[in-house]
């Protein structure tokens, strides 16, 4: 493993370069902490997120350059110099492909952001050979969001030593710990789209069956897409629609169980604040970020579609005595530590600083 260099032969700030697809909010503010690190902004090439999440160059606190992912663009479209580091936002986006490749013309280095998490599945079984023979030798390193990432990225053929987890996470500024989960309502939260994949409607209709077991509780659902009008009406299920993140930390606050019933999702940022906000999580077995937040003192699994094991897994949250919860709010929080803006720029300078200065890469 190569050693990073010393605080004197750090890489400069401006030498350094981001894209991401979708940028949101979150994303602005971990790139923010990068800039605390370095001290100087750097370029961040975005595409438009898909939800309606505002305040995103706020966040940032400098302008972002926002591009069509689908369409091919370069350095000198963007009135920017080619950098010596460019974090690429994962492999199947034109313009961030295209990106990449002049850094590498130039001898630069391209570390990417893969966010997918490891299922195992025929897809990836057949992926591997394929991103061994094509993909591995244009990227120096790999940044992804945790252990589950690590994993995938291990089976596509990434070199252990060259791969860093931390690429998500929420920010404890507007996401951490409340009361204690005794003392908060009988709530159970909901935060996503409305849409198949999330399992919004399974989840609510699973709670509708076993509402009459669970006199107090309430299922609490916020989010926006088509499937708003197919949640069933329940008096113990209150629907909303989207919600800013800014006003997401108090909701969780006041929740005791967050439920995340997805069929699949690559990570689950929603995961992590719910964590640092101390509440016990209810998660399907295809969250990639349950490796990473969901232990046996704060959390509770279930097979993704499976609606009995869905009901099994609530009713025993629900139950659990005040030590139990005193022991699951601490759980949640302790772990939540392991992500976030600080993790990410520490992170960010790692990476940085390896690659650029690691003749022995193996995408030479």
């Known amino acids: 493993m190569v ?8 890489l400069p700030m401006n030498d350094i370069a981001f894209s991401w697809n979708g940028l949101p909010q979150y994303a602005a503010r971990l790139l923010a902490a990068v800039r605390q690190e370095r001290g100087q902004p750097f370029p961040v090439i975005g595409s438009r997120p898909a939800v309606p999440v505002g305040g995103i160059e706020e966040a940032l606190g400098w302008p972002a350059h926002w591009v069509e992912a689908a369409q091919p663009v370069s350095w000198k479209e963007l009135g920017l110099p080619v950098p010596k580091v460019f974090f690429q936002s994962g492999w199947a986006y034109p313009a961030f492909n295209a990106l990449g490749d002049e850094v590498r013309v130039a001898g630069g280095k391209v570390c990417l952001l893969m966010d997918n998490n490891w299922r195992g599945d025929l897809r990836q079984l057949v992926g591997a050979p394929w991103f061994r023979a094509c993909q591995r030798r244009k990227f120096s390193a790999v940044l992804v969001p945790g252990k589950s990432g690590r994993r995938l990225a291990r089976w596509y053929g990434m070199p252990d030593e060259k791969i860093f987890e931390g690429m998500y996470g929420a920010d404890p500024r507007l996401f951490f710990n409340g009361p204690t989960l005794s003392a908060r309502p009988r709530r159970i939260i909901f935060v996503g789209q409305y849409i198949e994949r999330k399992g919004c409607v399974p989840l609510a209709r699973a709670f509708a069956s076993v509402a009459h077991l669970l006199p107090g509780w309430e299922l609490g659902m916020y989010g926006s897409g088509p499937l708003h009008s197919a949640i069933p009406a329940h008096p113990q ?44 999580l209810l998660l399907s077995d295809a969250i990639g970020s349950r490796d990473d937040f969901a232990g046996p003192d704060n959390a509770a699994l279930f097979r993704a579609g499976d609606v009995a094991s869905l009901q099994a897994a609530l009713l025993i949250l629900a139950s659990l005595d005040e030590g139990a919860l005193v022991r699951a709010q601490s759980a949640s929080a302790r772990l939540a530590r392991s992500h976030g803006p600080v993790v990410f720029a520490t992170r960010v300078k790692e990476v940085s600083n390896i690659i650029a200065h690691d003749k022995a890469s193996f995408n030479e």
Do not use: M, N
Request: net charge negative; aromatic share 8%; proline share 6%.
């Open 3 to 10: 050693k990073a260099p010393t605080d004197e032969s750090q």
């Open 237 to 280: 299920i209150k629907v909303h629609g989207f919600v800013q993140p800014e006003q997401l930390g108090a909701l969780y606050r006041e929740a005791r169980i967050f439920a995340l019933p997805s069929h699949a999702e690559a990570w689950g940022l929603v995961v992590h604040e719910a964590a640092l906000s101390g509440c016990q």
